[in-house]
Protein backbone atom coordinates (compact mmCIF):
# COMPACT_ATOMS: atom_id res chain seq x y z
CA UNK A 1 0.00 0.00 0.00
CA UNK A 2 1.38 3.40 -0.99
CA UNK A 3 0.01 6.26 0.50
CA UNK A 4 0.82 8.98 -1.56
CA UNK A 5 -2.05 11.67 -1.66
CA UNK A 6 -1.33 15.56 -2.25
CA UNK A 7 1.25 16.77 -4.85
CA UNK A 8 3.71 15.61 -7.68
CA UNK A 9 6.05 15.84 -4.57
CA UNK A 10 4.39 12.88 -2.93
CA UNK A 11 2.64 11.03 -6.32
CA UNK A 12 6.14 10.78 -8.76
CA UNK A 13 8.07 9.26 -5.82
CA UNK A 14 6.25 6.63 -5.04
CA UNK A 15 5.66 5.87 -8.61
CA UNK A 16 8.78 5.54 -9.24
CA UNK A 17 9.16 3.00 -6.86
CA UNK A 18 6.10 1.32 -7.62
CA UNK A 19 6.95 0.83 -11.51
CA UNK A 20 10.12 -0.42 -9.85
CA UNK A 21 8.45 -3.63 -8.02
CA UNK A 22 6.29 -3.65 -10.91
CA UNK A 23 9.14 -4.02 -13.16
CA UNK A 24 11.00 -6.55 -11.39
CA UNK A 25 7.75 -8.75 -10.60
CA UNK A 26 8.10 -9.43 -14.54
CA UNK A 27 11.35 -9.58 -15.08
CA UNK A 28 11.81 -12.87 -12.71
CA UNK A 29 10.71 -16.09 -13.17
CA UNK A 30 7.56 -18.28 -11.51
CA UNK A 31 8.27 -18.42 -8.04
CA UNK A 32 10.02 -14.76 -7.38
CA UNK A 33 7.62 -12.29 -5.55
CA UNK A 34 4.76 -10.52 -7.70
CA UNK A 35 3.43 -7.21 -6.93
CA UNK A 36 -0.70 -5.87 -6.28
CA UNK A 37 0.48 -2.27 -5.66
CA UNK A 38 -2.62 -0.51 -4.37
CA UNK A 39 -2.45 3.92 -3.87
CA UNK A 40 -4.25 5.43 -1.29
CA UNK A 41 -4.72 9.06 -1.71
CA UNK A 42 -7.17 12.08 -1.75
CA UNK A 43 -8.65 11.81 -5.04
CA UNK A 44 -8.03 15.46 -5.65
CA UNK A 45 -6.07 17.18 -8.70
CA UNK A 46 -3.32 15.84 -10.37
CA UNK A 47 -3.14 12.01 -8.40
CA UNK A 48 -6.40 11.38 -9.78
CA UNK A 49 -4.94 11.69 -13.19
CA UNK A 50 -1.51 10.20 -13.32
CA UNK A 51 -1.83 7.31 -10.80
CA UNK A 52 -4.30 5.70 -12.91
CA UNK A 53 -2.73 6.64 -15.79
CA UNK A 54 0.42 4.89 -14.97
CA UNK A 55 -1.78 1.01 -14.28
CA UNK A 56 -2.63 1.67 -10.54
CA UNK A 57 -5.41 1.69 -8.59
CA UNK A 58 -6.34 4.53 -6.43
CA UNK A 59 -8.40 4.54 -3.73
CA UNK A 60 -9.50 7.70 -2.14
CA UNK A 61 -9.64 8.96 1.79
CA UNK A 62 -10.83 12.33 3.41
CA UNK A 63 -7.87 14.07 4.61
CA UNK A 64 -7.11 17.43 6.36
CA UNK A 65 -4.29 19.05 7.58
CA UNK A 66 -3.54 21.16 11.39
CA UNK A 67 -0.51 22.97 10.42
CA UNK A 68 -0.71 26.53 10.44
CA UNK A 69 -4.55 26.85 10.99
CA UNK A 70 -6.46 27.50 14.35
CA UNK A 71 -10.25 27.91 15.33
CA UNK A 72 -13.19 26.05 14.18
CA UNK A 73 -11.13 24.95 11.15
CA UNK A 74 -8.33 23.55 13.01
CA UNK A 75 -11.55 21.47 14.73
CA UNK A 76 -12.89 20.78 12.03
CA UNK A 77 -10.19 18.85 10.51
CA UNK A 78 -9.44 16.77 13.45
CA UNK A 79 -13.04 15.30 12.74
CA UNK A 80 -11.30 15.00 9.23
CA UNK A 81 -8.15 13.47 10.38
CA UNK A 82 -10.17 11.12 12.47
CA UNK A 83 -12.02 10.38 9.76
CA UNK A 84 -9.15 9.56 7.74
CA UNK A 85 -7.50 7.39 10.31
CA UNK A 86 -10.75 5.06 10.39
CA UNK A 87 -11.06 4.41 6.79
CA UNK A 88 -7.49 3.68 6.26
CA UNK A 89 -7.97 0.83 9.07
CA UNK A 90 -11.00 -0.32 7.20
CA UNK A 91 -8.25 -0.58 3.71
CA UNK A 92 -5.68 -2.18 5.93
CA UNK A 93 -8.35 -5.12 6.97
CA UNK A 94 -9.63 -4.87 3.68
CA UNK A 95 -6.08 -5.72 1.19
CA UNK A 96 -3.83 -6.93 4.16
CA UNK A 97 -1.35 -5.50 2.89
CA UNK A 98 2.87 -6.39 3.58
CA UNK A 99 4.29 -2.99 3.58
CA UNK A 100 2.84 0.32 3.72
CA UNK A 101 4.90 2.73 2.00
CA UNK A 102 3.97 6.83 2.82
CA UNK A 103 5.48 9.75 1.74
CA UNK A 104 4.30 12.32 4.49
CA UNK A 105 1.22 14.98 3.95
CA UNK A 106 -2.29 14.88 5.41
CA UNK A 107 -3.34 11.46 5.29
CA UNK A 108 0.39 9.50 5.69
CA UNK A 109 -0.25 10.14 9.22
CA UNK A 110 -3.05 8.41 10.04
CA UNK A 111 -2.49 5.37 7.43
CA UNK A 112 0.93 4.80 8.65
CA UNK A 113 0.49 5.32 12.58
CA UNK A 114 -2.89 2.44 11.65
CA UNK A 115 -0.40 -0.01 10.43
CA UNK A 116 1.82 0.33 13.11
CA UNK A 117 -0.45 -0.69 15.54
CA UNK A 118 -1.73 -3.51 13.41
CA UNK A 119 2.34 -4.44 13.29
CA UNK A 120 2.29 -4.14 9.55
CA UNK A 121 5.85 -2.93 9.05
CA UNK A 122 6.34 0.84 7.44
CA UNK A 123 8.53 2.42 4.78
CA UNK A 124 8.73 6.23 5.35
CA UNK A 125 10.26 8.26 2.47
CA UNK A 126 11.71 11.93 3.89
CA UNK A 127 12.37 13.47 0.18
CA UNK A 128 13.40 16.90 1.81
CA UNK A 129 16.42 18.53 3.88
CA UNK A 130 14.36 19.66 6.70
CA UNK A 131 11.62 16.54 7.57
CA UNK A 132 7.73 17.84 7.40
CA UNK A 133 5.85 17.61 10.84
CA UNK A 134 3.82 14.66 9.48
CA UNK A 135 7.46 12.76 8.89
CA UNK A 136 8.39 14.31 12.27
CA UNK A 137 5.84 12.74 14.04
CA UNK A 138 5.68 9.55 12.71
CA UNK A 139 9.33 9.01 13.33
CA UNK A 140 9.13 6.96 16.79
CA UNK A 141 6.40 4.45 15.04
CA UNK A 142 7.68 3.87 11.31
CA UNK A 143 10.20 0.71 10.94
CA UNK A 144 12.53 1.97 8.24
CA UNK A 145 13.04 6.08 6.77
CA UNK A 146 14.45 6.10 3.79
CA UNK A 147 16.29 9.98 3.22
CA UNK A 148 17.28 12.01 0.55
CA UNK A 149 19.63 13.83 2.14
CA UNK A 150 22.47 12.82 4.97
CA UNK A 151 21.74 15.00 7.87
CA UNK A 152 18.42 14.21 8.19
CA UNK A 153 19.06 10.84 9.22
CA UNK A 154 19.77 12.04 12.39
CA UNK A 155 16.17 12.38 12.79
CA UNK A 156 15.00 8.89 12.34
CA UNK A 157 18.79 6.85 14.00
CA UNK A 158 19.06 3.39 13.23
CA UNK A 159 15.97 3.70 11.24
CA UNK A 160 17.36 5.62 8.72
CA UNK A 161 19.02 4.45 5.16
CA UNK A 162 20.21 7.22 3.11
CA UNK A 163 19.36 6.20 -0.36
CA UNK A 164 18.46 9.36 -2.58
CA UNK A 165 14.64 10.42 -3.37
CA UNK A 166 13.45 8.30 -5.92
CA UNK A 167 12.93 9.69 -9.94
CA UNK A 168 11.75 7.95 -12.94
CA UNK A 169 14.39 6.50 -14.54
CA UNK A 170 14.29 8.56 -17.74
CA UNK A 171 16.15 11.52 -15.20
CA UNK A 172 19.23 9.77 -15.43
CA UNK A 173 19.33 9.26 -19.21
CA UNK A 174 19.11 12.75 -19.78
CA UNK A 175 22.38 13.71 -21.84
CA UNK A 176 24.34 16.48 -21.40
CA UNK A 177 23.41 19.50 -23.74
CA UNK A 178 26.08 21.83 -25.43
CA UNK A 179 25.79 25.10 -24.33
CA UNK A 180 25.41 27.87 -27.48
CA UNK A 181 22.90 30.16 -28.46
CA UNK A 182 20.25 30.29 -28.82
CA UNK A 183 20.11 29.25 -25.02
CA UNK A 184 16.53 27.57 -23.96
CA UNK A 185 15.20 28.38 -20.25
CA UNK A 186 13.08 25.72 -18.72
CA UNK A 187 10.73 27.20 -15.78
CA UNK A 188 9.33 24.99 -13.41
CA UNK A 189 7.12 26.15 -10.72
CA UNK A 190 6.10 22.84 -9.76
CA UNK A 191 2.88 20.60 -10.48
CA UNK A 192 0.56 23.15 -9.60
CA UNK A 193 2.74 26.48 -10.70
CA UNK A 194 4.12 28.94 -9.05
CA UNK A 195 2.46 32.48 -9.25
CA UNK A 196 5.72 34.21 -7.79
CA UNK A 197 8.18 32.59 -10.64
CA UNK A 198 5.33 32.84 -13.51
CA UNK A 199 5.01 37.25 -12.62
CA UNK A 200 8.44 37.70 -12.32
CA UNK A 201 9.72 35.59 -15.75
CA UNK A 202 6.58 37.49 -17.67
CA UNK A 203 8.08 41.14 -16.13
CA UNK A 204 11.73 40.26 -16.68
CA UNK A 205 10.91 39.95 -20.72
CA UNK A 206 11.19 43.54 -21.89
CA UNK A 207 15.12 43.42 -19.92
CA UNK A 208 15.54 40.68 -21.64
CA UNK A 209 14.87 41.58 -24.97
CA UNK A 210 16.53 45.24 -24.18
CA UNK A 211 19.77 42.71 -23.18
CA UNK A 212 19.97 41.89 -26.94
CA UNK A 213 19.02 37.52 -27.69
CA UNK A 214 15.96 36.93 -25.65
CA UNK A 215 16.48 33.09 -24.69
CA UNK A 216 13.86 30.65 -26.04
CA UNK A 217 11.49 29.45 -22.59
CA UNK A 218 9.69 26.53 -21.98
CA UNK A 219 7.15 27.34 -19.21
CA UNK A 220 4.93 25.24 -17.57
CA UNK A 221 2.64 27.83 -15.25
CA UNK A 222 0.07 25.70 -13.52
CA UNK A 223 -3.94 25.81 -14.48
CA UNK A 224 -4.60 29.38 -13.06
CA UNK A 225 -1.46 31.23 -14.64
CA UNK A 226 -1.92 29.17 -18.36
CA UNK A 227 -3.75 31.78 -20.26
CA UNK A 228 -2.46 34.76 -19.19
CA UNK A 229 1.56 33.46 -19.20
CA UNK A 230 0.86 32.27 -22.86
CA UNK A 231 -0.75 35.75 -24.02
CA UNK A 232 2.11 37.96 -22.34
CA UNK A 233 4.88 35.82 -25.06
CA UNK A 234 2.58 35.59 -27.52
CA UNK A 235 1.97 40.10 -27.18
CA UNK A 236 6.26 39.93 -27.21
CA UNK A 237 6.19 37.53 -30.28
CA UNK A 238 8.78 35.71 -28.39
CA UNK A 239 9.67 31.95 -28.60
CA UNK A 240 7.95 30.05 -26.56
CA UNK A 241 6.57 26.69 -25.21
CA UNK A 242 3.67 27.19 -22.48
CA UNK A 243 2.36 24.32 -20.67
CA UNK A 244 0.03 24.44 -17.81
CA UNK A 245 1.23 20.99 -16.94
CA UNK A 246 5.00 19.12 -18.73
CA UNK A 247 3.72 15.54 -18.81
CA UNK A 248 7.51 14.43 -20.30
CA UNK A 249 10.05 16.40 -18.31
CA UNK A 250 13.22 14.69 -18.76
CA UNK A 251 12.40 14.91 -22.68
CA UNK A 252 11.97 19.28 -21.74
CA UNK A 253 15.26 19.09 -19.33
CA UNK A 254 17.40 17.52 -22.34
CA UNK A 255 16.60 20.73 -24.16
CA UNK A 256 17.32 22.91 -20.90
CA UNK A 257 20.32 25.06 -21.22
CA UNK A 258 19.33 25.91 -17.39
CA UNK A 259 16.41 25.63 -15.37
CA UNK A 260 14.77 27.69 -13.03
CA UNK A 261 12.18 26.43 -10.52
CA UNK A 262 11.18 25.74 -7.11
CA UNK A 263 12.87 23.29 -4.31
CA UNK A 264 10.65 20.50 -3.36
CA UNK A 265 12.30 17.42 -2.54
CA UNK A 266 11.03 15.98 -6.04
CA UNK A 267 12.40 18.80 -7.97
CA UNK A 268 15.55 18.94 -6.65
CA UNK A 269 16.45 14.80 -7.18
CA UNK A 270 15.27 15.19 -10.79
CA UNK A 271 17.58 18.26 -11.32
CA UNK A 272 20.61 16.65 -9.70
CA UNK A 273 19.80 12.97 -11.37
CA UNK A 274 19.34 14.96 -14.87
CA UNK A 275 22.35 16.74 -14.32
CA UNK A 276 20.93 20.26 -14.72
CA UNK A 277 22.45 23.37 -13.94
CA UNK A 278 19.51 25.05 -11.85
CA UNK A 279 18.26 28.76 -10.70
CA UNK A 280 16.30 27.91 -7.66
CA UNK A 281 13.53 29.78 -6.17
CA UNK A 282 12.06 27.94 -2.76
CA UNK A 283 9.14 28.32 -2.01
CA UNK A 284 8.70 30.94 1.48
CA UNK A 285 5.65 29.45 2.53
CA UNK A 286 6.52 25.60 2.59
CA UNK A 287 6.19 23.97 6.00
CA UNK A 288 9.52 24.75 8.36
CA UNK A 289 11.33 26.37 5.37
CA UNK A 290 12.04 22.72 3.65
CA UNK A 291 12.46 24.57 0.22
CA UNK A 292 15.04 27.09 1.36
CA UNK A 293 17.00 23.87 2.93
CA UNK A 294 16.86 21.92 -0.04
CA UNK A 295 18.17 24.88 -2.57
CA UNK A 296 21.02 25.58 0.18
CA UNK A 297 21.89 21.84 -0.13
CA UNK A 298 22.73 22.12 -4.02
CA UNK A 299 24.34 25.85 -3.88
CA UNK A 300 26.12 24.72 -1.23
CA UNK A 301 27.86 21.80 -3.13
CA UNK A 302 27.56 24.09 -6.35
CA UNK A 303 24.73 22.77 -8.13
CA UNK A 304 22.39 25.49 -8.27
CA UNK A 305 22.19 28.68 -7.36
CA UNK A 306 19.27 30.25 -5.46
CA UNK A 307 17.17 33.50 -4.84
CA UNK A 308 14.55 33.92 -2.10
CA UNK A 309 11.65 34.95 -3.00
CA UNK A 310 11.65 37.97 -1.06
CA UNK A 311 15.02 39.56 -2.90
CA UNK A 312 13.32 38.19 -6.31
CA UNK A 313 12.65 40.74 -8.98
CA UNK A 314 13.10 41.24 -12.60
CA UNK A 315 16.33 42.87 -12.86
CA UNK A 316 17.84 39.96 -10.34
CA UNK A 317 16.54 37.37 -12.43
CA UNK A 318 17.99 38.78 -16.09
CA UNK A 319 21.42 39.23 -14.14
CA UNK A 320 21.62 35.85 -12.69
CA UNK A 321 20.29 34.23 -15.96
CA UNK A 322 22.76 36.38 -18.25
CA UNK A 323 25.69 35.70 -15.74
CA UNK A 324 25.10 32.28 -16.06
CA UNK A 325 24.13 31.82 -19.80
CA UNK A 326 27.35 33.65 -20.72
CA UNK A 327 29.84 31.38 -18.92
CA UNK A 328 29.14 27.77 -20.52
CA UNK A 329 31.91 26.78 -18.30
CA UNK A 330 30.07 27.87 -15.16
CA UNK A 331 27.14 25.54 -16.15
CA UNK A 332 29.57 22.50 -16.85
CA UNK A 333 30.65 22.80 -13.78
CA UNK A 334 27.17 23.46 -11.61
CA UNK A 335 25.61 19.69 -14.21
CA UNK A 336 28.75 18.48 -12.66
CA UNK A 337 28.28 18.57 -9.37
CA UNK A 338 24.22 18.32 -9.55
CA UNK A 339 24.85 14.80 -11.09
CA UNK A 340 27.48 14.17 -8.20
CA UNK A 341 24.50 14.62 -5.82
CA UNK A 342 22.18 12.55 -7.96
CA UNK A 343 21.15 9.45 -6.67
CA UNK A 344 19.58 7.56 -9.59
CA UNK A 345 19.33 4.55 -8.03
CA UNK A 346 17.09 5.63 -5.15
CA UNK A 347 13.82 3.65 -6.60
CA UNK A 348 16.03 0.61 -6.73
CA UNK A 349 17.30 0.92 -3.13
CA UNK A 350 14.24 1.49 -1.71
CA UNK A 351 12.69 -1.06 -3.61
CA UNK A 352 14.88 -3.53 -1.89
CA UNK A 353 13.59 -2.42 1.40
CA UNK A 354 10.13 -2.72 0.27
CA UNK A 355 10.94 -6.45 -0.25
CA UNK A 356 13.56 -6.94 3.49
CA UNK A 357 10.15 -5.61 4.91
CA UNK A 358 7.24 -7.84 3.09
CA UNK A 359 9.46 -10.79 4.18
CA UNK A 360 9.47 -9.60 7.71
CA UNK A 361 5.89 -9.30 7.35
Excluded: W
Excluded at 114 to 135: K, S
Excluded at 262 to 280: H, Q, S, Y
Excluded at 352 to 361: H, I, T
Aim: glycine share 10%; net charge positive; charged share 20%.
Amino acid sequence: MMVAGGTGGHIFPALAVAEELRGRARSRGEGEPEYDILFVGTGRGLEDRVIPAAGFELRKVAAAGLKGIGGLRRLRNLFVLLRSAIETAGLLREYQPHVVLGLGGYIAGPAMLMAALRDIPTLLIEPNAVPGLTNRVLAPVVRVAAVAFEPTARLYGIKARVTGNPVRRAFASVPPKPHAPPFTILVLGGSQGAKAINDCVVASLELFVRQGGCPRFIHQTGEPDYNAVRQAYQERGLPAEVRAFIEDVPGALARADLVISRAGGNAVAELAAAGKACLLIPFPGAADQHQLANARALARAGAARLIEQKDLTPAKLVAEVGALLAAPAKLEQMERAARALGRPDAAERIADLVEELGRQR
